[in-house]
């Protein structure tokens, strides 16, 4: 069956770096663009990066623009997220989503996979 | 950038219910909407893609409609899983994506 496990979060600094994992299984990885999508404490949903499925592609919001960066790597079955200059704003439960496409290049994906997450807590 | 305001942000309803929740889009996004549902602590689930499909598996009491941009959600009948916190989301030709703020579905 299809799973999306999140790991790779804990306590950070402001200002320090912190890369989270998202280990897929159970379908084929390279096919698919994936997400991460966060969720402060209380807090919405906040969309924060996509990669397109062969990894040619990223886009950010302006909120995290030049601070996060989106990879993946096929061969493992892997999708990363590299957080840099963390700000306590970024601290939040942080989530791996598969996309699934309507019509190509038309836009209306949306999200039928998700893991369970991982917290991202940045504080001094 | 494409915004999504979603109403109203609390409600308050009883088991067997029908309620309705509105979600406007700033731009016109086609019928490219869908809607999720979130419980404490869990991931979000998908409930409705294209405005108005069902996801597989998801009960027929859960219905989407519109186009352009308002759109609506409507829970018929509701039953006591169905309390949780639900989200529009958009994701543009260009793979950038939005969510509604959320509606949070309380027993009353």
């Known amino acids: 069956q299809v799973q999306l496990v999140e790991s790779g979060g804990g306590v950070v600094q402001p200002g320090r770096s912190l890369r989270v994992s998202c280990a897929v299984s159970?379908?084929?990885?390279?096919?698919?663009?994936m997400h991460w999508v966060r969720q402060a404490p209380g807090k919405g949903l906040e969309w924060v990066a996509v990669?397109?499925?062969?990894?040619?592609?990223?886009y950010y919001p302006d909120s995290v623009k030049g601070r996060f960066t989106i990879s993946r790597d096929n061969s493992k079955d892997t999708l990363y997220l590299q957080m840099n200059s963390l700000r306590p704003e970024d601290t939040a439960v942080y989530y791996c989503?598969?996309?699934?496409?309507?019509?190509?290049?038309?836009?209306?994906?949306?999200?039928?996979?998700w893991g369970q997450g991982t917290l991202v807590t940045v504080s001094s | 950038d494409i915004q999504l305001t979603q109403s109203p942000s609390f409600l308050s309803a009883s088991v067997g219910d029908r309620v309705t929740i509105t979600c406007r889009a700033s731009?016109?996004?086609?019928?490219?909407l869908a809607w999720y549902q979130q419980k404490p602590g869990k991931a979000p689930k998908v409930l409705i893609y294209?405005?108005?499909t069902l996801q597989s598996g998801v009960p027929s009491r859960f219905s989407g409609s519109g186009s352009g941009t308002e759109f609506t959600l409507t829970i018929s009948n509701l039953q006591p899983e169905d309390f949780a916190t639900y989200y529009c989301q958009q994701l543009n030709s260009h793979l950038m994506c939005s969510f509604g703020q959320g509606t949070k579905l309380e027993i009353k």
């Open positions: 294209g405005a108005s």
């Open positions: 731009q016109y996004i086609s019928s490219y």
């Open positions: 989503a598969r996309d699934i496409v309507i019509g190509p290049g038309m836009g209306g994906d949306y999200f039928d996979y």
């Open positions: 990669i397109s499925y062969d990894g040619s592609k990223e």
């Open positions: 159970g379908f084929t990885f390279s096919n698919y663009a």
